[in-house]
């Protein structure tokens, strides 16, 4: 079946480090991929929509400075989150979808837990 | 905006009931319509969707309903066991082709399934 692979899943750092997150679709290309943003107890929270070759999408109050998003290939999309403080500290999570018609499921990577210290 | 209701935010039942989670959507154009379940830590699983043109579908002891007219569309789970406890998520999208269609999701629904 299709996996999604995100990468780290956790990290730890101290306030004003960038930290670049990785997400891979390991068996589809993938034009468009998507990024969330969830609190503890809370729902997912689309940050942006990513697109292959092209800029990213990025959902209302959702800072694009702050949030560098680069999709650079078919299987692989980057959130790189710039200057981070304490109050970035989240769980991000990307999601995926095969190329193809309609009916395709967005698939989900397993998050990487952001803690800004 | 869109905007997907979910409830109940938290759901206990016995091992062995039913278990059934509600959503309503604003947008009418919505026309795909997919659950998740999320175990802590994890990210969300795909386990059932539907689409606009079909009012139910069925995988073993998951269901789910879509009423259009009403904007509404459930998730059935019959034979509960304690491994199905975790939070689930309904969520609407309107598709394009050949493109992913962002999601939209409700807020969430704690299920514990007592043994």
């Known amino acids: 079946g299709a996996v999604v692979s995100q990468h780290p899943s956790r990290v730890i750092c101290k306030s004003g480090t960038s930290v670049k997150i990785e997400c891979r679709s390991l068996d589809f290309q993938a034009t468009t991929m998507f990024w969330y943003r969830q609190f503890p107890k809370q729902s997912l929270m689309l940050m942006a929509t990513s697109n292959e070759g092209s800029k990213a999408t990025y959902e209302q109050g959702v800072e694009k400075d702050k949030f560098l998003i680069n999709h650079a290939s078919l299987t692989l999309s980057t959130l790189t989150v710039t200057s981070a403080h304490p109050e970035d500290s989240s769980f991000y999570i990307c999601?995926?979808?095969?190329?193809?018609?309609?009916?395709?499921?967005?698939?989900f990577g397993d998050g990487t837990r952001l803690s800004i210290l | 905006g869109e905007n997907v209701e979910q409830h109940p935010s938290t759901l206990s039942v016995q091992e062995g009931d039913s278990a059934v989670i509600k959503c309503t959507y604003s947008?009418?154009?919505?026309?795909?319509f997919p659950w998740y379940k999320q175990e802590l830590g994890k990210g969300p699983q795909l386990i059932i969707d539907?689409?606009?043109?079909?009012g139910e579908k069925k995988d073993q002891r998951i269901a789910v309903t879509l009423n259009k007219t009403a904007k509404h569309f459930s998730l059935h789970i019959t034979e509960t066991q304690p491994e199905d406890s975790a939070v689930y998520f309904c969520?609407?999208?309107?598709?394009?082709?050949?493109?992913?269609?962002?999601?939209?999701f409700g807020q969430g629904t704690e299920l514990s399934v007592k043994p």
């Open positions: 999601s995926a979808s095969r190329d193809r018609g309609l009916g395709q499921p967005q698939h």
């Open positions: 539907i689409r606009s043109n079909v």
């Open positions: 947008d009418s154009a919505s026309n795909y």
């Open positions: 969520a609407a999208s309107k598709e394009i082709y050949n493109q992913g269609g962002k999601l939209i």
